[in-house]
């Protein structure tokens, strides 16, 4: 698997074992056998506490945007604004909407009438075609792994944003 995503030939897999086995081992000697020329996009699928919806999605954008939950919205909204540009030629203005929506930061003038005029599923799908943009996009770039821990946890919309994200693995 690991030379097939070496070689650009994308797929899916599924780990699957008790608790305890060392399938966090397992993706741990992965990620440090592919190296840094892999993009290691990696979330969660708590069971505890309070999380929001997308929540590994959310853990993966963070980390590449080099910051933690704990961070000040303007920290997180000029991370954004200092790094989609470069993945979007500059016009990374959808992407700053839905992808700073899904991180909770405060839309900007301009965007919160797009994100307020359609209903729940427009805003859903609007969110998960950024996710899945941004993956492509750093895909062109170098080859991607999105890994997610305690799938069997995931809620609806994370559920749908994986089946989305799954069809790009062709």
């Known amino acids: 698997a690991a030379d097939d995503l070496l070689a650009g030939r994308g797929q899916s897999l599924l780990l699957i074992g008790e608790a305890g086995i060392g399938k966090s081992r397992l993706l741990g000697e992965l990620r440090e056998n592919l190296g840094p020329e892999v993009t290691w996009l990696e979330g969660d699928c708590r069971s505890y506490g309070a999380v929001g919806l997308y929540q590994p999605f959310v853990e ?10 704990t961070e000040r919205e303007i920290v997180v909204r000029t991370r954004l604004r200092a790094r989609l540009p470069s993945l979007y030629d500059g016009d990374a203005e959808n992407a700053l909407m839905y992808i700073g929506h899904l991180l909770g930061v405060q839309p900007e003038p301009g965007h919160r009438d797009v994100l307020r005029e359609g209903d729940a599923e427009d805003l859903a799908a609007g969110t998960r075609a950024a996710f899945c943009d941004w993956t492509r996009r750093l895909a062109k770039q170098a080859p991607v792994v999105v890994a997610i821990e305690g799938l069997h946890e995931a809620d609806v919309a994370t559920c749908e944003m994986l089946e989305d994200l799954l069809a790009l693995t062709d």
């Open 60 to 69: 993966m954008i963070r980390a590449w945007l080099g910051i933690d939950h």
